[in-house]
């Protein structure tokens, strides 16, 4: 037996830890992306917007002179008035005019349903980890190496239906949307896939039984017959 397992479970679980609250993170805070409209006359109140999963939210800025990046709204940083609302197909009764006209709908629901599996997958998979840390349950370790590695497939795959979203909303001729920008909350998602994924495959490997270095370490290790 590896006498160096159970330092090399608990090292592989503190990093999976972090992709956890990385992807708690991502899931429930709006800033995926930022979205910025054509700026026509400065010295006026613009309005850009961004958003997550599950709500969307608008800010007001006053423009004064062009921004760094060129006539769109913001940055996104500088201060006005802020507004967020929940998308309409989650809370009937919300306004979210932006996707609901650019027909965003699908993809909103799809990657928010995704991004759920894949918190499911990251809490079953922690509940195996510990529960392997009570008597010598070493065989939670598999499945839970599985789960982790599920959950990071699940988030990449929330990220590239957000990032497809986005695209899509930009190249609408619907929409007054001329500017994008990835933001904190869609870096959590990439990042939490990482660790989650390259974590989950490493802990499998650790749960794995170790293989004889010699060929005569299977006979040495042989009960002796009666």
């Given amino acids: 037996m590896d006498e160096n397992k159970p330092l090399k479970v608990r090292l592989t679980f503190s990093v999976i830890l972090v992709g956890v609250s990385l992807l708690f993170a991502a899931v ?3 800033h995926w992306a930022v979205l910025s409209p054509k700026v026509e006359e400065y010295n006026a109140t613009c309005e850009a917007a961004h958003f997550g999963l599950w709500r969307l939210c608008i800010k007001r800025i006053f423009m004064q002179e062009q921004g760094p990046k060129g006539k769109g709204c913001g940055p996104i940083s500088l201060p006005g008035e802020h507004n967020c609302s929940y998308f309409k197909h989650f809370t009937p009764g919300q306004s979210s005019e932006i996707f609901e006209v650019t027909t965003q709908k699908e993809y909103s629901i799809s990657a928010a349903a995704i991004a759920i599996f894949s918190v499911g997958f990251a809490i079953i998979g922690t509940i195996c980890v510990l529960l392997s840390f009570r008597k010598k349950r070493d ?4 499945p839970a190496s599985m789960f982790y590695t599920f959950a990071g497939l699940c988030i990449i795959i929330s990220v590239e239906v957000m990032r497809q979203s986005v695209k899509r909303m930009i190249d ?4 007054a949307w001329i500017e994008y920008s990835y933001s904190w909350s869609f870096a959590c ?3 939490s896939f990482v660790l989650l994924f390259l974590c989950g495959l490493g802990l499998l490997l650790i749960a794995l039984p170790r293989f004889p270095q010699n060929p005569w370490e299977t006979c040495m290790d042989a009960e002796p017959e009666h």
């Fill in 172 to 175: 609408s001729k619907e929409t």
């Fill in 189 to 191: 998602a990439c990042s």
């Fill in 139 to 142: 065989y939670l370790l598999k």
């Fill in 28 to 30: 429930v805070t709006d």
